[in-house]
Nanobody, 124 residues
Framework: QVQLVESGGGLVQAGGSLRLACAASGRTFSSYAMAWFRQAPGKEREFIAA????????WSGDSVKGRFSISRDNAKSTVYLQMNSLKPEDTAVYYCAAKVRWDQVTGAENYNYWGQGTQVTVSS
């Protein structure tokens, strides 16, 4: 079992930045590929970015490439999402998730563990 807790969400103006963090506890954090997803009201959960177990590989969704970046600190059992140049359409609940292998990383159905989410609101 892995428990995930997100933090860092909030209200920010368009063009601003936020950094989300997801702290993991339980089994060895470095055994899991990690990802961020988001879900806006009335929309499906959207893949944002993923990072491999060691951090050597990352993959981002088209809607955030060049603006968001994912990183991890295995010593702290934490994964981060740095969000820059935020837009009102980035408003959503952001979730971190964990899976046991670095494959099929864009599909939410492939993840074994989820956090409770953190709200990000971008005002225009």
């Amino acid at each position: 079992q892995v428990q995930l807790v997100e933090s860092g969400g909030g209200l920010v103006q368009a063009g601003g930045s936020l950094r989300l963090a997801c702290a993991a506890s339980g089994r060895t954090f470095s055994s899991y590929a990690m990802a961020w997803f988001r879900q806006a009201p009335g929309k499906e959960r959207e893949f944002i970015a993923a990072i491999s177990e060691s951090g050597a590989n990352t993959w981002s969704g088209d809607s955030v490439k060049g603006r968001f970046s994912i990183s991890r600190d295995n010593a702290k059992s934490t994964v981060y999402l740095q969000m820059n140049s935020l837009k009102p359409e980035d408003t959503a609940v952001y979730y971190c998730a964990a899976k046991v292998r670095w494959d099929q990383v864009t599909g939410a159905e492939n993840y074994n563990y989820w956090g409770q989410g953190t709200q990000v609101t971008v005002s225009s």
